[in-house]
């Protein structure tokens, strides 16, 4: 089992910066990479991107390149979410996900384990 817990969610202004944390703890050493995954209300969950705990090769949606970058911190076994330029689009609960051994991708299905969420609203 790995467990994960976010926090750093908030409310902020268009245009504004938010920085998440996810803290794992568990078996880390089954998750191979760790994503954040977004929720608005009435919409899909939707990916929002990933990175692989061993090389730090990263993954984004195309809705948060260039505005958002994932990092890790492998000694705290500590993910981060720097979320820059905010738009209002961007309100959702926030969740981190750790992926199924051998997995890396934006497919919500291929990871097993969830935090409970943090909440990002940007206010207009």
């Known amino acids: 089992q790995v467990q994960l817990v976010e926090s750093g969610g908030g409310l902020v202004q268009v245009g504004g910066s938010l920085r998440l944390s996810c803290a794992a703890s568990?078996?880390?050493?089954?998750?191979?990479?760790t994503g954040w995954f977004r929720q608005a209300p009435g919409k899909e969950r939707e990916f929002v991107a990933a990175?692989?705990?061993?090389?730090?090769?990263?993954l984004y949606a195309d809705s948060v390149k260039g505005r958002f970058t994932i990092s890790r911190d492998n000694a705290k076994n500590q993910v981060y979410l720097q979320m820059n330029s905010l738009k209002p689009e961007d309100t959702a609960l926030y969740y981190c996900?750790?992926?199924?051994?051998?997995?890396?991708?934006?497919?919500?299905?291929?990871?097993?384990?969830w935090g409970q969420g943090t909440q990002v609203t940007v206010s207009s």
């Open positions: 996900a750790a992926a199924r051994k051998g997995f890396m991708s934006s497919g919500a299905v291929t990871y097993a384990y």
């Open positions: 568990g078996r880390t050493a089954s998750a191979d990479a």
């Open positions: 990175i692989r705990w061993s090389d730090g090769i990263t």
